[in-house]
């Protein structure tokens, strides 16, 4: 949470001031409710796969998981949910984004 405005008392200058710095894993832990992945469908193959699940594996959490695999030249979306469950932390996002992929919180 941050607020940008002009400074009492200076004309023309502005700041910019810190209210709360949250780390990721805490977001993920207040949230709770889980990750959306958006997966252009152009990148699944066995491969990726295998990656995606790997990823899955190493960390393993509360958090729900779903899909949407997207073609975006057709503007195709392909809603999926998971029944795996994963710590939606800055490590695991970190990754999933290595993959290709956009992620949403909630």
Not at 3 to 32: C, D, I
Not at 72 to 78: H, K, L, T, V
Not at 90 to 103: M, W
Request: proline content about 4%; charged content about 30%; aromatic content about 8%.
């Amino acid at each position: 949470d941050a607020s940008y405005k002009e400074r009492w008392g200076r004309e023309g200058e502005f700041q910019l001031k810190l209210n709360e710095v949250t780390m990721m894993e805490s977001v993920a832990e207040k949230r709770g409710k889980g990750v959306h992945l958006q997966v252009p469908i152009h990148l699944v193959d066995e491969d990726w796969i295998n990656r995606l699940e790997a990823v899955c594996n190493r960390h393993k959490g509360p958090h729900s998981l779903r899909f949407t695999l997207v073609e975006p030249e057709r503007q195709i979306a392909m809603p999926f949910l998971s029944k795996r469950t994963v710590m939606a932390d800055t490590d695991f996002l970190r990754e999933v984004q290595g993959l290709g992929v956009v992620y949403e919180m909630g």
